[in-house]
Antibody, heavy 122, light 107 residues
Framework: EVHLVESGGELVQPGGSLRLSCAASDLTVSYNYMSWVRQSPGKGLEWVSFMDSGGDTKYADSVKGRFTISRDNSKNTLNLQMNSLRPGDTAVYYC????????????????WGRGTLVTVSS | SYVLTQSPSMSVAPGKTATITCGGNNIGSKSVHWYQQKPGQAPVLVVYDDTDRSSGIPERFSGSNSGNTATLTIIRVEAGDEADYYCQVWDSRSAVVFGGGTKLTVL
């Protein structure tokens, strides 16, 4: 059964950095659209970033220039390097697999991890 | 940027029909996807490509999309359907867009 397991979330001070990882089972990260979606406490879902099978990346305006998505093919993991963190980045960060459904863009997310909590506070 | 609008909350009695809407400019020209999220859990894909049910989702769940409104309909609502429901689309400028979510309460 396909599983995504996020790790790396913790309490960090404003301006600090953090690296999240998403380990995949029965799914090859490099063959798929892979994405990060976050959810601030009591709020809705917010897309953060994705990487497609070709390695192209895209970011939400709210994180552009501060976050970097990457993958480690040898470990079959998806990563999110988060720099210059702000209190507004406090959220549960989910890793999700995206599907194109035959289109040339990411369409929907069919597999989600349980998430990892990032808290940005002094 | 493209915006999806959902009512924050709605309530329905067991056995009745819940109609959850998602508004967006000419959303009928896009593919709409729906997620169910229960407290403390990750989202689960319910309907994709406007009308297709995800694996394991009961036939009581259905989707439609036309004009400026997409709809998720749940017939014969059960207590276990109580959750937050989010719509989502791909937009060529905004990339992935989620609606604000609708909290469904089963009375």
């Amino acid at each position: 059964e396909v599983h995504l397991v996020e790790s790396g979330g913790e309490l960090v001070q404003p301006g600090g950095s953090l690296r999240l990882s998403c380990a995949a089972s029965d799914l090859t990260v490099s063959y798929n659209y892979m994405s990060w979606v976050r959810q601030s406490p009591g709020k809705g879902l917010e897309w953060v970033s994705f990487m497609d099978s070709g390695g192209d990346t895209k970011y939400a305006d709210s994180v552009k220039g501060r976050f970097t998505i990457s993958r480690d093919n040898s470990k079959n993991t998806l990563n999110l390097q988060m720099n210059s963190l702000r209190p507004g980045d406090t959220a549960v960060y989910y890793c999700a697999r995206g599907r194109s459904g035959g289109y040339s863009y990411l369409n929907w997310f069919d597999i989600w991890g349980r998430g990892t909590l990032v808290t940005v506070s002094s | 940027s493209y915006v999806l609008t959902q009512s924050p909350s709605m309530s329905v009695a067991p056995g009745k029909t819940a109609t959850i809407t998602c508004g967006g400019n000419n959303i009928g020209s896009k593919s709409v996807h729906w997620y169910q999220q229960k407290p403390g859990q990750a989202p689960v894909l319910v309907v994709y490509d406007d009308t297709d049910r995800s694996s394991g989702i009961p036939e009581r769940f259905s989707g439609s999309n036309s004009g400026n409104t997409a709809t998720l309909t749940i017939i014969r609502v059960e207590a276990g359907d109580e959750a937050d429901y989010y719509c989502q689309v791909w937009d060529s400028r905004s990339a992935v867009v989620f609606g604000g979510g609708t909290k469904l309460t089963v009375l």
